[in-house]
C-alpha cells in the first residue's frame, strides 16, 4: 500500500481557514475512495470517484465539502472554513474498478484545526 | 442499513492462542469482495486478506485465514498463534459491485503476553 501517497501527513489549520488534502493513487487505479475516521471509531465513508467522475457522495456533508479527481494529477479533498469538528484523520484509497480485488490505502492525513 | 457488523468491539487474547474475530454482512448483490484490514496504534490500514463472493475456498494468506460462510453470511478472520505484534484494531470491509468500499465499526484486538 506504499503506492498511494497522501500529503501532506499533517495539517494544522485556524477555524475558517480552507484544507487541501491530497491523494495520488497507486499506478493503474483508476478509482479513489475518501474516508474520515475519528479517534477511537470507524472509517466512514466520504466518497468515491473515478477520473472525472463522482460515482458516489453519499458520505459527504452537503457543505464546506468538495472532492475531484481530475484527469491529471492527485484528487482532492477540500474542506472550506474548516471547524473544530472537522479534526479528524482523513484516508485516500484507491483501486481498479473491478469488485474483486483490494483497496490499498494512503498514510493518512491529520488534520487538527485550531 | 448497517452492510457490515463487527459484533465485539474489544477482544483480549494470550500470546500464542488463536483467535476468530467475528463479521457479518448484508446484501443482494451476488457479485462482492470481503475484505480484512488491520489498523495498528500507528494508524495506516494495512490489507490483510480478501475474499471473493464465488469463491469454493476460504482464503489463507500466513497466518490469516478467512471463515467464509456465504449462507450465514458471514466472514470470520481467524488469526492462528497470535503475537504481541497482532495488537491492533481489525477492520472488515465488503465491496459490491460497481460500489464503494464500506467497513464495519471495527474490533480493538489486545494480545497479552
Known amino acids: 500500500n506504499a503506492g498511494v501517497m497522501q500529503n501532506p501527513r499533517h495539517l494544522v489549520r485556524r477555524r475558517g481557514q480552507e484544507a487541501r488534502l491530497r491523494c495520488s493513487p497507486m499506478?493503474?487505479?483508476?478509482?479513489v475512495y475518501w474516508y474520515r475516521q475519528l479517534p477511537e471509531e470507524g472509517l466512514k465513508f466520504m466518497v468515491y470517484l473515478q477520473k472525472e467522475n463522482i460515482i458516489d457522495e453519499s458520505g459527504m456533508p452537503k457543505e464546506r465539502f468538495s472532492a475531484e479527481f481530475p484527469k491529471e494529477g492527485p484528487s482532492i479533498l477540500r474542506i472550506q472554513q474548516v471547524v473544530r469538528g472537522d479534526s479528524a484523520a482523513y484516508f485516500c484509497a484507491s483501486s481498479p474498478p473491478t469488485v474483486h480485488t483490494e483497496a490499498f490505502f494512503g498514510q493518512g492525513t491529520r488534520l487538527t484545526v485550531v | 442499513a448497517q452492510k457490515i457488523t463487527q459484533t465485539q468491539p474489544g477482544m483480549f487474547v494470550q500470546e500464542k492462542e488463536a483467535v476468530t474475530l467475528d463479521c457479518t454482512y448484508d446484501?443482494?448483490?451476488?457479485?462482492?469482495?470481503l475484505f480484512w484490514y488491520k489498523q495498528p496504534s500507528s494508524g495506516e490500514m494495512i490489507f490483510l486478506i480478501y475474499q471473493g463472493s464465488y469463491d469454493q475456498q476460504n482464503a489463507t494468506e500466513g497466518r490469516y485465514s478467512l471463515n467464509f460462510q456465504k449462507a450465514r453470511k458471514s466472514a470470520n478472520l481467524v488469526i492462528s498463534a497470535s503475537q504481541l505484534g497482532d495488537s491492533a484494531m481489525y477492520f472488515c470491509?465488503?465491496?459490491?459491485?460497481?460500489?464503494?468500499?464500506?467497513f464495519g465499526q471495527g474490533t480493538r484486538l489486545t494480545i497479552n503476553p
Open positions: 446484501t443482494s448483490d451476488p457479485s462482492y469482495g
Open positions: 470491509a465488503m465491496r459490491e459491485r460497481a460500489q464503494k468500499l464500506v
Open positions: 499506478k493503474g487505479h483508476s478509482h
